[in-house]
Each structure stands twice: as structure tokens, then as C-alpha cells.
């Protein structure tokens, strides 16, 4: 790729020098500048490595199997040029880090995402106390979830990574041996496609997602709030001021969580007069999605999409989950440094996690998460890149 397009999209000192070594021949770095090199370690007495999956119409995707995490994703933006629009760091032992760099960026989150009120599930009618690591809830399976262990990754072509990951009964105090599979497809069309499974041989609760960051205006040293979202989305879970869900359905019509209508994220993310704005100090909230109906999910319908104007790369989302949470990085502070050295800020990004609803194993009224022997635990989540 001509040295001419890279520096088009060069927004800083370190990321220049990380993306020109890119392109000047330097043939063991990707095309988002890491070094393959800084991802192999043994952790837990398992090999990690970065794995990279491409097409030929200039997306890149590249992922560890420490937590299943996207690292960098690449597409084309207006120009032609290549954006990674994911935030994240660019080497394992940040990653690993769980005391300073403790983070979800671009996990593939098991057993439970989102939270679970107080860490209590009913299985077999016995209460079961999970980690309480969160607010007093269980968060994203717990402070050693799925997101900090080390998944069994093959990779049948340039295309496809199958991440298995076998998960103990007793792991985090869940219930039952659960196997999961997640299979990250790059397809033609410039679309990370992801879809989960996951069986027990013990009754057990069972919610699968991906946590990218996305930041599609090519400048994550900045906040992403001039980016446009939309959620189709006619109701939302209220939540406390503890991030957990009171168990009430609210239509979104009237109030700042109303995407049903596009705009950018300014526009609405500081109305601290809305409690739940206040709150979450952002966005952190599920909304109910509209593709989801008499309890299934229409992967072929726009769940969500968000835009960046300067650089006219456009994110489509698509699930067959009900429920999407999007976090609006509000915890991000500018104290982490991410790829190329960047201190990341407050609302650097978008995440838009498809779920069942949070709390949803203690809320008959919200979509079963439970998972039984002889079943077999299904979801599909795509993100399709396009430039308008």
C-alpha cells in the first residue's frame, strides 16, 4: 500500500511512526501497526498469539485468544484509507495486566455478560452466590471471567478463528462444565460476523458477547461523542443507581435514550437532568430491540448502526439477541494508554453488546438465559463496515 495513504490518516506522532513502519516493508506487523511478536506468551501454561484475519477489500481483523479480544480492526474509510476503529493495546502484557490495565477491549465476555443482581442465580431451586466484583453485582462472569482466560484458538484459513473455550463446574461459582465455541468470519463484505455456542452437562445460565470499544472516527485521543447512533429500539431497562436493572420495561419515546430517531451523541449524553443519564454519567443502559419477537431475534434487520461523518465509515449491527447494551466508555479517564500510546478519554467510544437483558436468570419477564443439558446455547452478532 502506497506510504501516501497511510499518512493521510496519521493523527499523531506515535501513530505515525507505528503505521510507517506499517507499509515500509516491515512485513511482521499488521496493517493497524502491532507486532505479531508481542502477543506470543505462555499464560495459565496456554500459548497465546495474535491471529489475523483479512479480505480482499481492506479489512483487517486481528484477535488474541487471551479473552477472545479483538485488538484492532481495520477497514477503509471514505478515501480508501485504513482506520482501525476498535480501542485496545498493543501487546499481551498490558492485556494481562489486570491491576492497571483492567479492561473488557474487544473481549468475547462469558459465562454471564452484563450483571447479575447481588451474584445470586436459582438453579435446581438452590440459591447460588457468583462473585459480587461490580456495584455489588456480578459482572461479566466474575473477576476472572472468560475475558481474562485463555481460549484454545485454531484458524482454518485467512478468513475464520474457532476460539473453544472449556469452562470448569465451579468456574467463578457457576454451575456445570460448559463448552463454548466462538467463531470470528471476516466476510467479503467487510463484516466481522460472530457466532456462539455453548453446551453443559449441569444446568447453568449462559450469556455470550463482544466487547469492542468502537471509535470510527480515526482519533481515539478524542471523545466519540460527535458520532452518530442509532438503536431500533421502541423500550429500555431502567437501572439503578447501582447499573442494575429494576425489572421494568420503559418506552424510550420522550427521553434521551430515544435513537429511534438517529443523532449524534452530544446531542443527549450530558442530560444530566434524565436520572439514568445522571446515573450511568453517559449511556450504560439495554435497550429492548425491536428485531427481537415472540422470543427470537431477525439477524437480517438493522439492530443498531453508528456513523462518523469525517470519516464515513458506517457500523451496521445485526443479532439475534433481544437486547443491546451500549456503553459509552464513561469510565475511560485518560489514565490508560492503549495502541500507539494513546491515553484514551472519556468517551473515547461505542460499545453495542447484544444480550439477554441483565439480571435476566432473577427477571421471569425478561428473555431465559438458562441452559440445560441436551441444549445447545445459540447467538449470532454481526457487524457489517460500509462507507457512506
Partial sequence: MPMKKFRNLMLGTALMTALATACSGNGNLTISGLDPAKFDTIINEKPVKLYTLANDNGMEVCITNFGGRVVSLCVPDKNGN??????????????????????????????????????????GGQKIQLPRNNFGHCLHGGPSGWQYQVYDAVQPNDTTLQLTMVSPDGDNNFPGTVTALVTYTVKANNTLDIRYEATTDKETVINMTNHSYFNLTGDMSQAGTNMILYINADNFTPADSTFMTTGEIRPVYGTPLDFTKRHALYETIADSSFDQIKNARGYDHNWCLNTYRDGKGDDTRVAASLYAPNTGIYLEMFTTEPGVQVYTGNFLDGKIRGKHGIAYPKQASVCLESQKYPDSPN?????????RPGEKYTSHTAYRFTVK
Fill in 82 to 123: 485504513p482506520i482501525d476503529v476498535v480501542l485496545g493495546f498493543d501487546n499481551i502484557a498490558q492485556y494481562a495486566d489486570t491491576v492497571h490495565n483492567a479492561s473488557d477491549f474487544g473481549a468475547a465476555i462469558g459465562r454471564y455478560a452484563n450483571r447479575i443482581d447481588k451474584g445470586i442465580i436459582t438453579v
Fill in 363 to 371: 427477571k421471569q419477564q425478561f428473555a431465559s438465559p438458562y441452559l
